[in-house]
């Protein structure tokens, strides 16, 4: 059975999860006196505790999991918004012509897009100097154009 943490410590869990790590600020936000050296020895004592240090591995668990469901569930609403809108439907094009269109190819664009970049599938698209080469490669025929 695990030792409790006590209110300071359970701050300092806080503190540290709270700011990505930083045990030296945690321990000062926590209530823990003295200057950043004193601080920072507290911090690493703090974190080589056993039940501290599980309680951060807890609750870094428990945040990656609420963290992968709200972002399966962004993943199925982006990929519903793109099925819906991929979707055909009839246009009246006057009284006897009909077209068949997306619903809204943008949206299916946007979509795949968003779920490119929630996979790591995204590259954006390298900006130069504005500068452009241009070649022309033309034949015998292509002269009288010039």
Do not use: C
């Amino acid at each position: 059975m695990s030792k409790a943490l006590t209110m300071k410590q359970q701050r300092f869990v806080s503190h540290y999860l709270a700011n990505g790590g930083n045990g030296t600020a945690a321990a000062r936000e926590a209530g823990y006196k003295g200057n950043d050296d004193t601080l920072r020895t507290v911090a690493k004592e703090n974190l080589t505790k056993p039940h501290i240090s599980s309680e951060i591995e807890k609750s870094q668990s428990e945040f990656k999991e609420q963290l992968g469901a709200i972002a399966e569930s962004k993943r199925q609403l982006l990929w519903n918004t793109a099925k819906y809108n991929a979707e055909k439907i009839l246009i009246s094009k006057g009284s006897t012509d009909n077209v068949e269109v997306m619903r809204d190819p943008k949206s299916v664009i946007s979509s795949i897009a968003e779920l490119n970049k929630m996979d790591g599938d995204y590259t954006p698209p390298k900006r130069g100097d504005g500068k452009q080469t241009v070649v022309f490669v033309m034949d015998e025929d292509d002269q009288g154009l010039l």
